[in-house]
């Protein structure tokens, strides 16, 4: 079996924080927990009118040896991909916003054609 040191434990824990970090861009996680499987959770917490929401990842031992700025580059190009989806559902909301105020508008003013014209 394979020395286990404090510095090789310091190291994988520094580096799945690194990568979780890279990653999630979620801030530094809460606490990272080893699995009995091998694979390390990175547990955010968040506190919210008493209530208590977690959000987790995991971290295998392949991520672990990931390049960084690859990672970071995915992240990226994922969340580029997130704001035009985005963008593009808010464009389609406006778009049948204004119809329904046009529509709402046309109402009013055929009500009011109707009115004075039987006056």
């Given at each position: 079996m394979e020395n286990i040191t404090d510095k090789l434990l310091e190291t994988i824990f520094n580096r799945a924080n690194q990568y979780a970090l890279t990653k999630w861009n979620n801030g530094?996680?809460?606490?990272?927990?080893?699995?009995n499987n091998g694979i390390i959770l990175a547990v955010w917490e968040s506190y919210r009118c008493g209530e208590t929401e977690i959000d987790y990842e995991t971290i295998t031992s392949e991520n672990l040896t990931e390049d960084l700025d690859e990672v970071a580059k995915e992240r990226q190009i994922k969340l580029a991909e997130q704001r035009r989806i985005q963008e593009e559902e808010n464009k389609k909301r406006e778009v049948l916003r204004k119809q329904r105020e046009y529509d709402e508008r046309k109402r009013k003013y055929l009500e009011l054609k109707k009115e004075f014209e039987n006056a």
């Open positions: 530094e996680p809460d606490r990272l927990e080893l699995q």
